[in-house]
């Protein structure tokens, strides 16, 4: 009996050393050391081996492997193959000058005893302790930015199960390495491979190849980021396009303008109008269904990208429940290729004016105003008792000069986090000040008006201003993406995502929250309706009332 007890224990000890290992498993597992033997090993980091054929190879080699043991040792070859790394004594030191962020930082999966074992982990843990130090064949660095070089395109196209990996190894890699708001994303960065890798398998044509590429882009949760494709333009969007300018609010489309066509035919749609649902969708609906494919920050950044694609369509018309005068009505709208909407020139917007006749209140839009034009604004707007900044668009590099003119010192506005170049997936923290010492800085009150479509550099701009005596953020929470971005390519498209972290001098988060106003008020479907501007009025109110 006992006998037979040790040989059923024996049994079930080797049959667990030698249990069989899934599809997904084997190349999550590839995945990983070929990104961190790419950018940590030093005869690969330096560009000494054609990394995408040894990549090739080892996908092709992962059919015959069953088990751990028979992984660890196509691992374990595989990096004895490499050369010989020599001992790295600078690699133990760390810059006593720096503050470092960790919560990017995480190579416990070599550690995984399921997966790896002990010859294979100290093997990795060697090339990570000895492991290439500065820029690298794959990457170089301007100032405290990186970029990314010296990756092969194979093409748009979809041509094979290798060259498809290859793309979700490499942008899975780049995240993983360089992205600082990894830490961030709903969904765990790991769990996103393991998710992806069966969906790459899958794909059999273009159109699946890119879906899925940008699937696996929106998982970064980054609103910098994005995935140019026109083939998922013109198959999953459309190039027809229902020709009305409209704004998004309370879940609902509300008609602003009808745009005229070049077959002068009328439309059944009129300024006021409100959409509720597109071919049988509520608008709700849609922002989902597009926002699988849609990278943003926040819920309300998804808004802000995908709702200028509710009325495209490659349909000849496509069918509205509308509000109109407090009727619900069913409208077939006909759409029009873009070629055949006839555009109307915008007039030209003022730089900055007055608000009111007796010049209190000055109005300056931060979209279009130039630093070669400040000194004229402020000279015009310096004896006001207010000005209001609109940030509600993207400004023009105006940061640095304006802090000059407005802040009454020099301050700390934000934090920003650079990759740590010597050790990556690390990052380390540096306060970012601004202004400088100025007893002629503007003493009246710094209204900033914001709201989804304030980003990124609008958001520094915000924070700049805030650093000001009397200022107030007037509107909703802004994109919640910022920080320097790195474009670069995956299967030949455009894409990027936010290359340096950007926070409170605190070290409070702004991505994915993005500024949080100190008055709250977001544009209602009767306010549209009728023309205002109602996050405008309410910074009015505040300067008349102080509330």
Not at 94 to 119: S, T
Not at 121 to 146: D, M
Not at 335 to 347: P, V
Not at 359 to 382: A, F, H, P, Q, W
Request: charged fraction near 25%.
């Amino acid at each position: 009996m006992k006998s037979l007890f040790i040989f059923i224990i024996s049994f079930l000890s080797i049959n667990f050393s030698a249990q069989a290992l899934s599809e997904t498993q084997k190349l999550e597992s590839l995945c990983k050391v070929w990104g961190f033997l790419k950018y940590y090993h030093p005869h690969v980091a330096k560009g000494e081996l054609d990394w995408d054929k040894q990549l090739f190879e080892k996908i092709d080699e992962l059919d015959i492997i069953r088990d751990k043991e028979q992984l660890s040792e196509l691992y374990s070859k595989w990096i004895n193959s490499l050369g010989k790394i020599d001992e790295c004594k600078k690699c133990s030191k760390e810059d006593k000058g720096k503050v470092y962020f960790l919560r990017n930082f995480d190579l416990n999966w070599m550690n995984n005893q399921k997966i790896f074992n002990k010859k294979v982990t100290q093997q990795l843990l060697f090339i990570q302790n000895n492991r290439n130090l500065g820029s690298s064949h794959y990457w170089g660095k301007g100032g405290k930015k990186v970029y990314f070089r010296n990756e092969n395109s194979y093409g748009s196209k979809f041509t094979s199960k290798e060259i498809s990996l290859l793309e979700l190894f490499r942008y899975w890699n780049l995240v993983e390495y360089f992205f600082p708001y990894k830490y961030q994303t709903d969904q765990n960065w790991n769990d996103v491979l393991t998710e992806m890798i069966p969906k790459f398998l899958m794909i059999n044509n273009d159109e699946s190849y890119h879906l899925t590429l940008a699937e696996l882009v929106a998982k970064t949760d980054d609103s910098h980021a994005f995935l140019y494709s026109p083939l998922i333009s013109a198959h999953q969007y459309g190039r027809r396009k229902v020709p009305v300018e409209y704004t998004y609010t309370e879940g609902k489309l509300v008609v602003t303008k009808i745009i005229k066509n070049k077959f002068n035919e009328e439309i059944p749609l009129k300024s006021g109008d409100v959409i509720y649902d597109i071919n049988g969708r509520t608008i709700p609906q849609m922002v989902n269904s597009f926002g699988k494919y849609v990278p943003t920050s926040n819920s309300w950044g998804k808004i802000t990208k995908v709702k200028n694609l509710f009325l495209f369509s490659n349909n000849d018309s496509v069918n509205l429940k509308i509000e109109r005068e407090g009727q619900n009505l069913t409208v077939t709208a006909k759409t029009y290729l873009l070629k055949d909407i006839l555009l109307e020139k915008q007039a030209a917007q003022q730089k900055w004016k007055f608000l009111d006749t007796d010049k209190r209140t000055g109005y300056v839009n931060m979209g279009i105003i130039e630093k070669s034009d400040l000194d004229d604004m402020y000279r015009d707007l310096k004896f006001t008792t207010s000005i209001i900044f609109d940030l509600r668009n993207y400004p023009k590099q105006t940061i640095f000069p304006l802090s000059r003119l407005m802040l009454p010192e020099k301050s700390i506005y934000y934090q920003f986090n650079f990759p740590e170049t010597d050790y990556l997936s690390k990052f380390y923290s540096a306060k970012n000040s601004i202004g400088r010492k100025n007893p002629d800085y503007y003493k009246g009150n710094v209204i900033i008006l914001a709201d989804e479509n304030t980003q990124s550099q609008a958001e520094t701009t915000a924070m700049m201003l805030k650093q000001h005596p009397k200022a107030r953020v007037i509107g909703s929470n802004t994109s919640g993406a910022n920080g320097d971005i790195i474009r670069f390519k995956i299967a030949d498209m455009d894409t990027c995502f936010t290359g340096l972290g950007a926070y409170y001098p605190d070290g409070r988060e702004t991505q994915r929250i993005g500024i949080i106003p100190d008055i709250v008020i977001k544009p209602t479907v009767k306010g549209v309706q009728e023309g205002k501007d109602e996050v405008l009025e309410r910074a009015l109110h505040y300067i008349k009332t102080g509330f």
